[in-house]
């Protein structure tokens, strides 16, 4: 059954600082990969996603992430964090399928610092 | 286009009470999702629907839950006698096809 990891329960980053969330997946075909990003009592906005084609995908608010086979990796990063950027962070997998389920990893919370 | 919109955001219920959520997708969205997220957990898939069809339900959807979505518009979430177990966010996301999914805020559920 597909899972994702996300190692960093909490991360803190200074405000302009860059930033890596890590997510580490197990699945056993070509993965369809996403991050979500939450704020505190709202629901999930979707950030990228990384269907095939080119492993540097561009999502919005200024992240990116990069897919690694090699690793099952696709970290988030960002080159400078705003402090309107802290929030919880969700790594997700899709499960292929009529549904088009997600399964997605426990959240990595980001705390930034003026 | 509105968003999906969830009510209420909030409810505190007594254990053994019955509780319903609402769902309204947005309009032209014919997938419906329900998912569950307790503290410090990602989401976890609950059903699908696709128009008012219920396509899919999680082992983690108990006799106790029954969702709807009659005429293929908003959907309902009823779960019948509260546990303190069923404390938790319940989301509801909407999709036009595959993964384009829209969340709503959610309802935050509190039995005491």
């Known amino acids: 059954a597909q899972s994702v990891t996300q190692p960093d329960i909490h991360i803190t980053v200074s405000e302009g600082a860059s930033l890596e969330l890590r997510c580490n997946y197990s699945?056993?075909?070509?993965?369809?990969l996403f991050w979500y990003v939450q704020s505190p009592g709202q629901g999930l906005q979707l950030l990228l996603k990384y269907f095939s084609g080119d492993t540097l995908v561009q999502g919005i608010k200024g992240f990116e992430a990069e897919f690694k086979r090699s690793q099952s990796s696709f970290n988030l990063r960002k080159p400078s964090v705003h402090w309107s950027d802290a929030a919880e962070y969700f790594c997700a997998v899709g499960v292929t399928g009529t549904a088009s389920k997600l399964t997605f990893g426990t959240g990595t919370r980001l705390q930034v610092t003026l | 286009d509105t968003g999906v919109s969830q009510d209420p955001r909030h409810k505190i219920t007594k254990r053994g009470q019955n509780v319903t959520f609402r769902c309204d997708p947005i309009s032209e969205h014919n997938r419906l999702y329900w998912y569950r997220q307790t503290l410090g957990q990602g989401p976890e898939f609950l059903t699908y629907f696709q128009n008012e069809a219920q396509l899919e339900k999680s082992r983690l959807l108990s006799d106790r839950f029954s969702a709807e979505r009659p005429k293929g518009s908003f959907s309902t979430l009823e779960i019948q006698r509260t546990e303190q177990g069923d404390s938790a966010m319940y989301l509801c996301a909407s999709s036009l096809a595959g993964y384009g999914y829209t969340f709503g805020s959610g309802t935050r559920l509190t039995v005491v």
């Open positions: 699945y056993g075909a070509t993965p369809y």
